[in-house]
């Protein structure tokens, strides 16, 4: 009895570490739907702005997820922004850094939506990148792809699952709040041999489409991102002093110069691939200074001077 006991003890207080929080970074990316622009504190400009952001994902067995997502307006989207209505949905590409909502709330709840309450959020964070697709048709019906790094609190072996639990500090909360992530591995072909299991207290970086967000019954809560793994790999010490042979292809010219698109001399549309239209690819007549046609001029005197001389 007396050594069971410490031994009881020293497994809680183990469990209780790692099933704590710990700096971490998330990252969504995806397709959404960008609805009710405004202003957060008018007083200091029109740039800083809050958007709610919906995805076609099932959150505590309705759709879709809804996002309270910041964004710093840029110049070359001020206008484009300025433009939405509150009854416009408008599709775009978001890149965001994401995490649940905190339980203390928001520093100004005034910028939720009329009608809705701050739980209505799965989750808060901050566009990084922001791309209108302009026509709305591109298919919604992609899952969200999540980016996160963390420590792993729990591991199910048996099943190939494990959890998370990053935190993340956003601008809407001026604090860091959590990511309750459960990650889970599907039987396929690709983890055929062996699911990965990472060990608890290890760190990994995870990749994974965002399949549904679970939420508490009583309190409405959000109690875990479900996330479908594709991706994991394990953040360990390096060793920096290493020596890396490289090869330096600085030299040799490229073979691929067909193929290589021209940014710099393409012109910008925003509405999309279909109304823009194809660069012309180079060809080896349309050499700037001539030297292929001059090359074939030569080869054709030279085959010339040969049948007469025959």
């Known amino acids: ?23 971490g970074h998330v990252i969504i990316a995806g397709l959404g739907m960008i609805a009710f622009p405004r202003a957060i504190e008018p007083t200091k400009g029109p740039r800083n702005m809050a958007f709610d952001v919906n995805f076609n994902i099932k959150d505590g067995g309705k759709k879709p997820t809804l996002g309270l997502l910041r964004y710093f307006v840029p110049d070359f989207l001020y206008d484009q922004v300025q433009k939405l209505t509150d009854d416009d949905f408008v599709q775009a590409f978001v890149i965001a850094t994401i995490s649940m909502v905190p339980p203390n709330g928001l520093r100004d709840e005034s910028i939720i939506t009329e009608d809705l309450e701050l739980s209505d959020y799965a989750f808060i964070g901050d566009i990084m990148t ?20 963390g420590n792993v ?19 809407l909360a001026h604090a860091p709040a959590d990511f309750p992530s459960h990650c889970f591995i599907t039987d396929s072909p690709r983890w055929a041999n062996k699911k990965p299991q990472p060990a608890i207290g290890s760190t990994v970086s995870v990749g994974g489409f965002l399949h549904e967000v679970k939420r508490n019954t009583e309190s409405n809560s959000v109690s875990s991102f479900e996330i479908e793994l594709t991706n994991i790999a394990y953040l360990t010490r390096q060793n920096l002093a290493r020596t890396v042979q490289t090869t330096d292809h600085s030299s ?38 001539g030297s292929e046609d001059d090359k074939n001029d030569d080869r054709r005197k030279a085959k010339q001077a040969r049948i007469q001389k025959d």
């Open 1 to 23: 009895m007396s050594v069971v006991l410490p031994i009881y003890r020293l497994i809680r207080h183990v469990i209780m570490i790692t099933a704590m929080s710990s700096p």
């Open 252 to 289: 040799k010219p490229s073979t691929r110069s067909r193929t290589r698109y021209n940014f710099d001399t393409a012109e910008p549309s925003q509405a999309g691939p279909s109304s823009s239209a194809p660069q012309k690819r180079k060809t080896s007549t349309e050499n700037s200074d």
């Open 153 to 171: 609190t729990e591991c199910t072996r048996d099943v190939g699952a494990f959890r998370m639990l990053p935190s993340q500090y956003t601008n």
């Open 130 to 149: 922001l791309i209108f697709t302009e026509s709305n048709n591109v298919n919604n019906f992609y899952e969200p792809y999540v980016i996160l790094a």
